[in-house]
């Protein structure tokens, strides 16, 4: 009965199952931590069909809406993460295999509604194929030069080569920037502003997600496109300061150039996790 019930479920919702998803989205009850039957049968489902098993690995992020003081919202998303966590074990994932189970409390919201946002009372379960231990460094593509090394500044650089911006962190998850992140901003202004004649290309790379998945989810605005607007919110920085439009182009890369991979340490994921500037005219 339990898997006609399955392949029941399977059969109605065959989007979720047609080919394994990078991130499953299980929604909660308001100021509720524990797995309705309907999630739980999602869960059953992709396991069942063999979209979640023990080649894969597993990172569970837990949030909130905006309902609820921060340090309440933080355990609320906490105990969300590991609702799904122990779900998964008892349908015989390996522990080992899930490597993250984190809480990151509620989703800024700009503008709030009555009740709050149902779509973020939610756990976020990411999927990949397990990593091979051996370790490569992935390759740029001929045509596009990759960033130069430390200690050059953009006016010494050839047209088509790109300089990578140190000291810029952005809020995780988000495209807003940390205020620790000002002065190099400030220097690539001054940079802009002293040599007229100087076109750019922003350009933002992301980390810590499937190679399949092109790109993460900005939470600001629950797109799958975090680089581009990481990169226009440069763009629209130094427009608001008086750099014209027209010298400057933006683009996001997402995934797909990753310096190293796989990542394995701290390190490699702030290798790939960044904003590079891009000579395309002087």
């Given amino acids: 009965m339990k898997y006609l019930f399955l392949l029941l479920y399977v059969c109605v919702a065959d989007y979720c199952f047609a080919a394994a998803p990078d991130t499953i989205h299980i929604h909660f009850g308001l100021d509720k931590d524990e ?5 739980k049968a999602l869960l059953d489902g992709m396991v069942y069909e063999d979209s979640i098993n023990d080649r894969k690995e597993i990172l569970i992020v837990g949030y909130t809406d905006y309902l609820g003081s921060q340090e309440y919202n933080i355990g609320l998303s906490e105990r969300r993460a590991k609702a799904i966590y122990r779900h998964l074990v008892s349908l015989n994932i390996p522990p080992e295999n899930i490597k993250m189970v984190i809480g990151k409390g509620e989703i800024a919201r700009n ?8 779509t973020d009372r939610r756990v976020d379960v990411i999927i990949s194929d397990k990593k091979k231990n051996n370790t490569s460094i992935a390759k740029t593509p001929e045509s596009v030069p990759p960033a130069t090394t430390a200690g050059k500044k953009l006016t010494d ?5 790109s300089i990578r911006l140190k000291n810029i962190n952005f809020l995780m998850g988000r495209h807003v920037l940390t205020q620790s992140s000002t002065p190099t901003l400030e220097d690539l202004f001054k940079t802009l502003q002293d040599n007229p004649t100087l076109k750019i290309q922003i350009e933002g790379h992301v980390c810590c997600v499937p190679l399949s998945a092109y790109d993460a989810e900005d939470e600001d605005t629950f797109e799958p496109k975090l680089s581009e607007n990481r990169a226009k919110y440069i763009f629209d920085y130094l427009v608001s300061k008086g750099i014209e439009k027209s010298r400057m182009q933006y683009k996001g890369f997402g995934r797909s150039k990753p310096l190293i991979y796989p990542e394995t340490t701290p390190q490699d994921e702030d290798q790939n996790r960044r904003v590079e500037i891009r000579v395309i005219e002087k």
Avoid: D, H, S
């Fill in 111 to 118: 503008q709030p509604q009555n009740g709050g946002y149902a």
């Fill in 35 to 39: 797995l309705r039957n309907t999630e």
């Fill in 157 to 161: 650089i050839n047209v088509g080569q």
